[in-house]
Structure formats: C-alpha cells, structure tokens
C-alpha cells in the first residue's frame, strides 16, 4: 500500500511510543502467522513452502550432488530469485550472498560426508512469489525477506532426504566411487534427527524510537528507522549481525541499548520459532494430494 | 552391480595442485589515511580516500531531478560501488571460511549495506522529487585488506565526499574497524553512541562483543577528528 505522508507520520508516532501499538495490534515480539508446507517437490531432495498472510510466498528447493572437493566452502550454493527483479538486480544478488554467507558459515559440514574424498554438494534455490503491485511505488524494499527465506531454507533443510549410501565410506586406501541403493524408503535425513547440529535462522527485526519490532509488516517498514538482521543457531546469536535498509525512507542512528535490547529480543524468541518449524516438520505431508 | 568401479579413477596418489601464493597474505592494516576532496569538476561532491595502497574515488551526484515516480516526498538515494578490474579480491571473502568471492554478489552486499547506512544520514526529507546518487570506485585494493576492512574505507570516503558536496546530513560520520583472526566489525557512527550501520560476523554474543564495539568507536572518533581537521583546514585555506 502506497502511505501518504499523514498515514506514515500517525504510523509512525503509534508505533515509536512507549506504548507502541502496531498496525495489526501484534506485541512488539509477535510473528504474524505463517503457513508452511515441506517435502511437496517430487523431484528435489528436500523442498518448502512458506507464506505470509500479506500473499508473499517463499519456495525453497535443496538438490544434492556427489562430488569430490576438498573446499568445504564449495559444498553449499545459494540462490535467490524474486519475482518481477532481475536476476542480477542488487536485491537477488545481495539475498543471495547473505543467505549463502550466513549458511556457510553457521553449517556442519560432516552431515554432508560421504567418504574421505566425497561430499554431497547442495542447490539451494529459492523463489518468492507474489510480490505486491505496489513494489515499485512504495518505500519499503524487499529485504525484511530474509527472515520469511530464511525460515524456508530452514525446513527445505531438515526435511531434505539423501539416497542410501551402498559402498564403503572408507576410500582412503582404495579409490571408489560412491554407489547408492535404488529405493528412496531407505533414504536417509540429511539433518539425521539425533544430529545436534541445526541449520540457521535469520531474523530480520525493525528498529524504531526505543522499540524492536520483530518481523515488520510492509507498511510498518516505511516508517522504520533501521533495521538489522541477526543470525540464530541453537540457542546463540551467530553471524551475520549486519543492518539492512528496510526502507528507502529517511532514517535514523540507532543507540548501543537499542542494538542490545534486539539480539535479546531475538535471542528470546529463537526458540519458539524453532519450535514452530519443528512442529511442522514432523506433521506428515500427504505427498502429492493435498497440495495439488 | 559387481563392475569395478575403481578403473573409471585415476591414480589414488594423487593430489590437487597447489601454488605457493594462493594463501592470502596476513592482515596488518596501517592505519594512516591520505584524503583530498573536490578533485572531480562536474559532480557535486568528490573524494580521494588512500590507506595503505586502496585508493577509493566516491563522486556524490544531486540532488537532481528525478523523474522515475509520480511524486515523491523525499529524495532517492543509490549508490553504485565499482571494483575495478584486476584488484586482487582474494582477500575479500568471509575472514573464517574461505568463500571464494563472487564479484556480483561482492557488489550487491556492499551496495545494499550502503544504501542503509547513508539514508540514515542525509536529510532526504529536504529534497522532495529529487535523487541522489553516490558512485564509488575501487581503483586500486591492498591485498591484505579484508571485505570488511574495505568496507570502512569505502564508508569514510562517502562521508568525506558528502561534506564536500553540501547536501544537508546530520552529521560528518566516520566507521570505525576492529578486527581479529577470528571475527572483524564494522561500526559506522554518526555521532557518540549512534551506530548508523553495523556490520559484524561474531559467532559469539558476549563482552568481546561489546568490547569490539568499544574499540570500534574509538577508531571512528579517532578517525572524525583526523576527517574534522582536514575539512577545517581546507575551508580556512579557502578564505
């Protein structure tokens, strides 16, 4: 929605006071609600669907290939694409390379060992669909995105299914090439469930007057006067801690208490999202009937 | 399924090709700075910044006429970063894991970090149906500098640049660095305790967190002071 300069400065003022009081009466550490969907593409390893009540959606697809590198770095591809931009447009690219930076840093690569020499190499290609009309008049920019993506690379992760491995896992002495079993019953999780390791979130959080608005809404993001994604993993602030314009508005500096009181914030409300995604993972998916 | 996969290999000896230089050198940052501002005529603004062989050239264009929306109640701001081709970008990637920089990408972030930064900064409000645009080349890199090192630089050259052009900002600000082997931050202040921008890759949240933010602004104090006697200097010298 296009906001005139009267509807951001009332906004404004409602959502910067003591009280704030937010456009869809959320609590300042209020998500809106999300529904989410794993494991609907039939041929990708694992795949997502996540969406917004305002039509955004967000779907997330993770390929595996075998290959054999020693560059750890190499073992995780990222790639963003949304809707109505350009491939090569600085919204896709710097999605991209935040989603693939943050992953690679915070990511176990020995769930992803096959053998001494073989690794499996992950695609993760993401979509996002349904972009507002308004996109292009408005002064909100895509990037509080990162959260919604975030959440669905999360669950392509965890419901990711890789095939059996047949051969040896021992190919130090002897060269062999990894073989696997035909039959997709015996595959395994690629985030074994007794794995301690757990893929990152990214929180995108809105900073305005002494408030931290978790998960901002589009018109509330006109009105933002900065804002930060903060990086979660298992109970932990991780990197990337890193501020993003989410307007193209007039902003403002941000105090040292302001920038603690949102990894707090974050920090608190990590767990139950967690908890949330979890809880979709394990509700079981009716694999092609009840989503076509 | 008993074929002998193994003769499809080559010989199990074998090892990848390594050159004695693909290690990035070591980081050591010297921190003297040489800056020279309106060397470019026909922009509004213009800055020289070189640290220890980077040379970063900003040139702020605006506010000009913007044509590309009905009405806009404020100015626009872009920014476009340039790196020159041929700059050793080895040294460019996370500190930690070895990412191998894509340039693109390399690109996009520091533009959209930017873009937060410096719309924090200037009064866009006082420039309705404007734009303005901040183009920042990368002529020449030291190698041992890091993405964030870089960052820092590029910043106080755009700071510099935006004094220089006159546009109404709310103040002159300066980023601060601190780094280690294992972590680095950026701080960009505007003024004491107001962080415009914060980048930062701490795996842990705890006092070195907080310490590296002290250190930060020390820098960037150090820094608007060094940045406020120049600018002093050469508006005296034009008098």
């Given at each position: ?99 693939q930076r943050a992953l690679v840093n915070n990511f176990d690569f020995e769930v992803l060992r096959l053998t001494d020499k073989y690794y499996f190499q992950l695609y ?88 931290v608005l978790v998960d901002p809404s589009l018109d509330e993001e006109e009105v933002l006067e900065s804002g930060l994604c903060i990086g979660y993993c298992q109970g ?57 | ?78 920014v476009s970063v340039e790196l020159s081709k041929f700059l050793p970008l080895d040294n460019l990637k996370d500190n930690r894991k070895n990412i191998t920089p894509d ?137």
């Amino acid at each position: 929605m296009v906001l005139s300069t009267a509807e951001k400065s009332y906004i404004y003022d409602s959502l910067a006071g003591e009280n704030s009081t937010r456009t869809d009466s959320r609590k300042n550490n209020e998500f809106r609600p999300l529904k989410a969907v794993c494991s609907f593409v039939p041929n990708c390893n694992g795949s997502s669907r996540v969406y917004n009540p305002d039509g955004i959606e967000c779907i997330t697809s993770v390929k595996a290939k075998v290959i054999r590198t020693k560059e750890l770095s190499d073992l995780i591809n990222v790639d963003v694409d949304v809707e109505g931009q350009r491939d090569n447009s600085t919204l896709c690219l710097s999605l991209s390379a935040m989603i693939q930076r943050a992953l690679v840093n915070n990511f176990d690569f020995e769930v992803l060992r096959l053998t001494d020499k073989y690794y499996f190499q992950l695609y993760v290609d993401i979509l996002v669909l349904s972009v507002p009309g308004d996109f292009k008049n408005s002064s909100y920019t895509l990037y509080s995105l990162l959260s919604l993506i975030s959440m669905g690379t999360y669950l392509a992760l965890k419901s990711a299914k890789l095939p059996l491995l047949t051969s040896t896992t021992n190919d130090r002495e002897i060269e062999e090439e990894p073989s696997f079993a035909d039959d997709w019953e015996l595959a395994t999780d690629l985030i074994p469930a007794e794995s301690k390791f757990q893929p990152m979130l990214i929180f995108v959080v809105g900073l305005v007057g002494s408030n931290v608005l978790v998960d901002p809404s589009l018109d509330e993001e006109e009105v933002l006067e900065s804002g930060l994604c903060i990086g979660y993993c298992q109970g932990n602030i991780v990197a990337p801690i890193q501020s993003v314009a989410l307007s193209t508005a007039d902003g403002k500096a941000f105090n040292r208490k302001l920038l603690t009181k949102a990894l707090e914030t974050v920090k608190q409300i990590g767990q139950p999202v967690v908890e949330a995604l979890e809880s979709i993972l394990n509700t079981e998916v009716d694999e092609y009937g009840s989503f076509f | 399924m008993n074929a002998d996969r193994r003769r499809n290999l080559g010989p199990a000896n074998v090892r990848p090709l390594v050159f004695a230089e693909s290690k990035p050198p070591a980081q050591h940052t010297n921190p003297k700075i040489f800056l020279e501002t309106g060397l470019i005529q026909n922009c509004s603004g213009s800055s020289y910044l070189e640290n220890d062989k980077t040379i970063i050239i900003t040139s702020i264009y605006g506010p000009r006429p913007n044509f590309t929306r009905s009405f806009n109640d404020q100015a626009s701001l872009k920014v476009s970063v340039e790196l020159s081709k041929f700059l050793p970008l080895d040294n460019l990637k996370d500190n930690r894991k070895n990412i191998t920089p894509d340039k693109e990408r390399l690109i996009a972030s520091l533009e959209s970090f930017m873009l937060s930064n410096f719309q924090s900064l200037i009064l866009l409000q006082n420039y309705p149906k404007s734009s303005i645009e901040i183009f920042v080349q990368v002529v020449a890199l030291n190698p041992a500098h890091s993405l964030v090192y870089t960052l820092k630089n590029i910043i106080n050259g755009v700071s510099v640049a935006l004094v220089d052009s006159g546009l109404n900002i709310r103040s002159v600000a300066s980023c601060g660095y601190s780094g280690s082997t294992d972590h680095e931050m950026a701080v960009n202040f505007s003024g004491q305790d107001e962080i415009l921008g914060i980048w930062s890759d701490f795996t842990a949240f705890d006092e070195s967190f907080d310490s590296a933010i002290d250190t930060c602004e020390k820098d960037s104090v150090q820094l608007r002071k060094e940045i406020n006697g120049y600018l002093l200097q050469k508006a005296t010298a034009k008098q």
